[in-house]
Structure formats: C-alpha cells, structure tokens
C-alpha cells in the first residue's frame, strides 16, 4: 500500500526548537523533526551525503566522531520548550549522523536522549546501521516509539565494502526482528538504492518483520548513473504490493513512475 506522509494538524502554540529542528527538502520526508548528536559518523559509508553537505572533509569527517558540544542539555532545553507547547511529534535520531556509531560504546548520548524525549512527553524513531549497539536500547522504546535501520547491500561481505564501520547486514537483521518481537513499530530506509537486485532482495527477506519501507535513489554517488530507474521504481513497486506492504516513494523517486 503506497503510503502518503500526513499532514500534521498543529493544535499547539509552535515552539522553534535549535537542537530539535524542523526538517526541510528530502529530510521533511523521513520526520517532522530531527537531533543530530554526534559531528560525523564512523560507519564511513561510501554513499554519504552529509560531509557534502555540511562542507567537511571526507575523512575527517569519518574519523573518530564526537558529541556535539553538550548536546544533551541542548535537547533538554529545547524539549522542554516543545513540552510547554503541547507538541509531542515524532523525533528521529539522525540526519547527518548515526545514532549508533562505534564511538556510542564510549558515549552512550542516544540512551540519553531517548530518555530525555520520553520525560518531556515525545516519541522517538531511531534509524540507524548500528546493529547491537542499539539493541540494549530497545527496552526503552514503547508503542509510540519507531525503530529503523538503513539497508542497502542484502550480505554481510557487500556491507563490507559499502559501509566498513556499520554493522553488517545480517547483524541488522537480527535487531530488526527483535524490535518487531517487541512489538515496536519498525520499518526500514531502502534509501539509497545501490543495486535494485538487491533492494529487491531485502523486501523479500525482511516483509515479515517490517512495517513499512521508505524507498529512495541514489543521489550522491556516480553509480547513480548506472541503473534504470523507470524499471526499478515499477519492479519495486510490484514487488512491495506482493508482500502488501505498507511503504512510502520518496519524491525523487515518484518521478519515475510510469503513467
């Protein structure tokens, strides 16, 4: 089922958060709002669009990311501000970073700030590659919450290649499942697509724990020139009607639906 986003019907007095933003562009497609913790993400996918465009170096970007100076109490503030308001949208944990990189062993900030969200009355999405590194946190999400993770290659060897600091596929899977056991809603990021084989892949293997899938292409990365994405948008239309499967076209997607 082709899922359209809704459209949030503001009873509030609108608080502008800093730390907690309002989304724009493709962002605004994923959650209303957003927090990033971390100033760059290990994970090194070969794919990432965030060093473009917050104009960091790749690599430095990549190397040993760190929190964002006291961000904690940052969100803090700004909940408390969307509290007073009366506003309890949805924020996900990240954009321009992963919630869950390496260095979350050491920092632990996405624990915290699921915490901090929940005492100010909001729920939470997270997304992310990190595989058990959010899995101890799973216990602290309820029926309003959302898990999601990212996949784009459908083996743990392609993983690999594309994302060298994630956790690879398999291991995604597996934390996947276990939200859903939960009874978390969950759903999946096929965005960006690298291979359409093996997007197609994923929806097979993963329909039955999987609440919804938002599709995208790829847009920062010259394989983006390599695939036929009138075929692909029909065929992974089709395929997601077969499981009838609750999903979401991201716009630079639908362009490519066929009258």
């Known amino acids: 089922t082709l899922f359209e986003m809704p459209i949030q019907q503001k009873t509030y007095e609108p608080y502008h958060g800093r730390y907690i933003y309002e989304t724009k562009g493709r962002a605004r497609e ?5 927090a990033n913790l971390y100033t760059g993400c290990d994970h090194g ?20 990311p760190k929190p964002r100076t006291d961000i904690i109490g940052k969100i803090r503030k700004d909940a408390r501000g969307y509290m007073a308001s009366g506003d309890t949208r949805q924020v996900l944990f990240c954009f321009a970073c992963d919630p869950y ?71 995604r899977l597996e934390v996947l499942k276990e939200a859903y056991g939960l009874g978390i809603t969950t759903w999946v990021s096929l965005e960006p697509v690298l291979n359409p084989a093996w997007t197609l892949k994923i929806i097979e293997e993963t329909h039955d724990f999987v609440n919804q899938y938002k599709v995208g292409p790829l847009n920062y990365h010259k394989a983006k020139d390599t695939i036929n994405w009138y ?22 997607l639908r362009k490519f639906i066929r009258a």
């Open 30 to 34: 994923y959650r209303e709002l957003a």
């Open 45 to 64: 996918c070969k794919y990432c669009y965030a060093p473009d465009i917050l104009r960091r170096d790749r690599q430095q970007f990549y190397a040993n």
């Open 101 to 171: 990189p390496q260095a979350h062993n050491k920092y632990h900030l996405t624990t915290e700030a699921i915490q901090v969200l929940h005492y100010a009355g909001m729920s939470v999405s997270i997304l992310t590659k990190g595989g058990k590194r959010s899995q101890k946190d799973l216990k602290l999400l309820g029926p309003k919450d959302s898990y999601a993770v990212t996949l784009t290659t459908c083996d743990d060897k392609l993983s690999k290649i594309w994302e060298p600091g994630a956790a690879v596929y398999t291991e």
């Open 231 to 252: 075929q692909f948008t029909s065929d992974v239309i089709k395929t997601l009607e077969k499981f009838n499967a609750n999903y979401y076209l991201k716009r630079d």
